[in-house]
């Protein structure tokens, strides 16, 4: 017994690294592409562009290698998938206008799109805890948000991000291969998404603000005081309080958490129009943590307890995710460029509310089997 908990952890430690170290870099590169965008000259909708390059590119390629993941086996897809991330991180180094920052965006997404799926496959056919494994990409986001308060130089960031995604790829030659499934043919798509449907539609309504949202906020801090320091400091606020949270959620009933994280999204949006000093804006930080905790943990844990074809599933929950990443900065793009940043804040507190509307259903079907 002693061994198997053992055992258990020494997978948990191994993997949760593999995920904290990806996560740095995603984030640790991310955090600061609106401000680099607008340094290199790029319009409000411009920025949208660049993050709608990144959003569309991971999209097509989490959606496939999942898919594909299912039937050739997990790994293969976790390894290369990592190494070629790590090649494109580096290649943001070249970007000195914004058509090459757009392009080297949309590399970054499709290599990331290769191993996100088929690692969160593999990491749960290994029995981890979800919950705790997903607060591990949380405490790489709070590094990386330390890295960018402390650093504060985009290029270095981008060369951290580089850096960390190769050190994951090596880990990953640890992983043992698990057998693909029984039948040697992709599983049926449509038919997966059809199973989950209103949680991948409920995640999308919600995301699609957030991402909206998420384009266009480090400027909104910039709009009322905040420097890049401080803007580095409350991501990392998120981040820890999603450290926290999802390591004690897996012990919940999933749609519960999910109805929760749904409730609290819309609450903080709104929060966001109103909040302009340090306080107010670390308070929404944290509860923005909350939200996303459990939001993305129940989510998550639904679609995959739903059948066996996880590879799948998770590609279309990532897919769900990075379609709210190539559309929302978009949005949020246009409806700052006219409405102002607090009208984005506003459009995706309405979106919430349509998607908890969605997810009703879900809920009740469930309650009733």
Request: charged share 10%; glycine share 12%; hydrophobic share 55%.
């Amino acid at each position: 017994m002693d061994n198997e908990i053992g055992e258990e952890q020494s997978r948990l430690w191994l993997f949760g690294l593999v995920n904290f170290f990806l996560s740095f870099a995603i984030q640790g590169s991310i955090i600061f592409i609106p401000l680099l965008g607008a340094q290199l000259g790029a319009s409000d909708f411009q920025v949208g562009l660049v993050g709608a390059a990144y959003g569309a590119a991971f999209l097509i390629s989490s959606l496939l290698s999942g898919w594909k993941s299912d039937s050739t086996g997990r790994l293969l897809f976790v390894r290369w998938g990592l190494l070629i991330s790590s090649a494109a991180f580096a290649a943001q180094l070249l970007a000195d206008n914004v058509f090459i920052l757009m392009a080297t965006r949309g590399a970054v997404g499709f290599a990331l799109g290769i191993t996100t799926a088929a690692t969160i496959a593999y990491a749960f056919e290994s029995g981890v805890d979800m919950g705790k494994y997903s607060s591990y990409g949380s405490l790489g986001w709070i590094f990386s948000a330390l890295a960018a308060a402390v650093v504060g130089n985009i290029d270095m960031l981008f060369l951290l991000s580089f850096l960390v995604c190769l050190l994951a790829f090596f880990l990953s030659l640890a992983f043992r291969e698990t057998p693909p499934l029984n039948s040697p043919a992709p599983p049926n798509l449509w038919e997966v998404a059809r199973r989950g449907h209103r949680v991948y539609l409920a995640v999308f309504l919600r995301h699609l603000g957030a991402t909206a949202v998420w384009i266009i906020l480090p400027l909104y801090m910039v709009s009322v005081g905040m420097d890049q320091f401080w803007i580095g400091i409350l991501w990392g606020v998120n981040f820890a309080v999603q450290f926290i949270v999802m390591r004690y959620l897996e012990q919940f009933s999933e749609y519960k958490v999910f109805a929760i994280g749904q409730v609290l999204s819309v609450i903080v949006f709104v929060a966001f129009a109103f909040a302009s000093g340090r306080f107010s804006l670390i308070v929404v930080q944290a509860l923005l943590g909350v939200a996303w905790s459990c939001l993305y943990v129940g989510a998550l844990l639904i679609i995959l307890k739903s059948g066996e074809e996880r590879g799948t599933a998770g590609g279309i929950f990532q897919s769900t995710l990075n379609l709210c990443n190539a559309v929302g900065p978009l949005l949020g793009g246009l409806i700052a460029q006219g409405w102002g940043y607090r009208g984005v804040m506003f459009f995706a507190a309405a979106l919430g509310v349509v998607g908890m509307l969605v997810a009703v259903p879900a809920g009740r079907e469930t309650a009733d089997s």
